[in-house]
């Protein structure tokens, strides 16, 4: 018997063992598994429907409870971006659709939200930027690591990721609802905001 352990970051297998030679090891395995709890079992609570859930600033997000994702993609290794629908009862933002971005970022790179703030501190003022930058809302890095269970084993954690959670105001309308001279507009002002935000990059200290 052999017990593998699938995470973001990949599978971890166990060396194997003959549960009816080995049977009390066998049982202690099962009591184990009987006392695991949702998170044990490697379940990440945070942006379930309904949920809420603070985030930087004091923030409460509230997951709505009866929309479908607006964005879920299936696999086991990698990022897993899952984007949801959201509410928060703040004042500034009661009545405010928000959406909320949850995903498993690689944590040697640089935050996306570090990345948002060079980027309109940096280039936000110019023409073909202006209005192309997210401007998010708040942000949360969860508990859970893929490289804890590593460190335990003494196993390498090159590559380990954690819940990154990023909260955005829900913009209007729907590019997929585009016709083709508008997509093509669209694209063209995406590759001039890339490339006067590169190369204003490259030119600041």
């Known amino acids: 018997m052999w017990n593998w352990w699938y995470d973001r970051q990949g ?7 003959d549960f009816l030679k080995d049977f009390p090891r066998f049982l202690i395995l099962l009591f184990a598994w009987q006392r ?6 490697g379940i990440v609570r945070l942006g379930q429907p309904g949920q809420t859930f603070t985030c ?10 009866d929309r479908d994702p607006l964005y879920r993609p299936y ?19 009661k009545g405010l659709p928000l959406v909320v971005k949850l995903y498993f970022a690689e944590e040697p790179r640089i935050s996306e939200t570090d990345i948002l703030d060079t980027l309109q501190r940096k280039a936000g003022h110019l023409p073909d930027v202006t209005g192309h930058v997210l401007h998010y809302i708040t942000a949360k890095s969860g508990d859970y690591s893929t490289s804890d269970i590593r460190s335990r084993l003494e196993l390498n954690t090159k590559g380990a990721r954690k819940l990154t959670i990023v909260v955005f105001e829900k913009l209007e309308g729907d590019i997929s609802a585009l016709d083709g001279i508008e997509m093509w507009e669209v694209a063209y002002q995406i590759d001039r905001c890339g490339y006067s935000s590169l190369y204003i990059d490259m030119l600041s200290p």
């Open 11 to 17: 599978a971890i297998q166990t060396s194997g063992f």
């Open 36 to 41: 695991f709890t949702e998170e044990d079992w």
């Open 56 to 65: 930087g600033n004091g923030i409460e997000i509230t997951v709505d409870k």
């Open 75 to 93: 696999g086991i290794i990698g990022r897993g971006t899952i984007v949801v629908q959201a509410t928060s009862t703040r004042a500034d933002l």
